[in-house]
């Protein structure tokens, strides 16, 4: 793939879940890569081999200063990650997800980088009609806080790199899987189930269970992050997810029936901030980006069980 005469990537929030794979995929295209996360959530180990590794905030700013000398592209993933965390809170939220991206971003400007991809999220989106939401045409209504510091993100991202002159794309990821997902009793509902059904516990459907989601495998995200890189457009905003919409309770039976058949699942009242239904229009993904997501939970399940299995067995 072209690097677009990239040569020095930062990734922020590199050491979790979904900056570990974009950093592993740089570095698999022959991209310098260096990594900056204050491991709140990640691990120093998910850091790929041959990725440098700054242990800081992204609102220190002498760290940041050090973290991006010489990077030319910036993949800003680090952040607090859970819708029902981001009432409670609030302010650590805002801190990290609004002030954290505006220090990043002016701190951008300032090291002469020219393109900064920023993980944005569906949580952008609010209850819309039919479920597929698209970019433009889907109101931006956020139903959380988290959301709502996704999207001043995104805004301060327009503003400040128009201001100053560098590239700017937002990449809305909808609900990612995969390995070194942080296992948290509120984000990632697939980590979640296989966690609970390893551990002989039943999985916890919030709602119905017939709410749909848009799962997308987290190297397709990755995949999506270095083309955007790549891609010789310089504002975007995409949607990043498979484009195809699967129940809540299919996903618990899927892992019930792969890892437990003795239990059944237990349900508790929706959280706020839950959207009832939440897929991607995957247009401008196809048209810019050039791909469309083909992993499906069913092609990683196996992998993905004994990978948290591995987990859970350091962990005793
Ligand atoms: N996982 C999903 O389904 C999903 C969906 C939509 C958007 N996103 C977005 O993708 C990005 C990556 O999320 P993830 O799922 O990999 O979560 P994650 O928690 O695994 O990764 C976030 C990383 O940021 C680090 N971090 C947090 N605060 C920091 C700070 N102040 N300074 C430096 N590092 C800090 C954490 O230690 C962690 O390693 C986030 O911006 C998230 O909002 C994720």
């Known amino acids: 793939m072209s690097r677009q005469g990239f040569k020095r990537a930062l990734v922020t929030g590199g050491a979790g879940f979904i900056g570990s794979h974009i950093a592993e995929k740089l570095l698999s295209i022959g991209m310098e890569t260096v990594v ?57 939220d805002a801190e990290t997800n609004v002030m954290g991206t505006v220090r990043l971003l002016h701190a951008c400007a300032r090291a002469g980088v020219k393109k900064v991809v920023y993980a944005s999220s569906m949580a952008v989106y609010g209850n819309d009609g039919n479920g597929v939401l698209k970019e433009n045409g889907s109101p931006l209504a956020p139903l959380s806080p988290y959301g709502i510091g996704k999207l001043a993100g995104e805004q301060y991202g327009m503003q400040i790199s128009e201001y100053y002159g560098f590239d700017f794309a937002t990449l809305r990821y909808f609900n990612t899987f995969g390995t070194r997902q942080t296992f948290t009793p509120y984000v990632g509902v697939i980590t979640i189930f296989i966690t609970a059904l ?62 437990n058949k003795g239990i059944a699942p237990a349900y508790a009242e929706a959280p706020m901030g839950e959207p009832e239904d939440s897929v991607a229009d995957v247009t401008a993904m196809r048209e810019v980006l050039g791909f469309t997501p083909k992993t499906t939970l069913v092609d990683r399940v196996d992998s993905l069980i004994e990978w948290n299995r591995a987990r859970l067995a350091e962990n005793a």
Do not use: W
């Open 198 to 259: 390893l551990q002989g516990r039943r999985p916890v459907i919030f709602g119905s269970g017939a709410q749909t989601r848009d799962f997308i495998h987290v190297e397709d995200v990755a995949e999506a992050n270095v083309r955007m890189m790549s891609s010789p457009v310089k504002r975007a905003v995409i949607n990043v997810g498979a484009g195809q919409g699967t129940k809540v309770v299919d996903i618990a039976r899927l892992l019930i029936e792969r890892i």
């Open 36 to 92: 900056i996360d204050d491991l709140s959530m990640g691990k120093a180990e998910y850091v790929p081999e041959g990725a440098g590794f700054y242990r800081g905030s992204i609102l220190d700013g002498d760290v940041l200063k050090e973290a991006l000398r010489g990077a030319d592209v910036v993949f800003h993933n680090a952040a607090r990650v859970s819708i029902r965390d981001s009432f409670e809170g609030v302010c650590q």
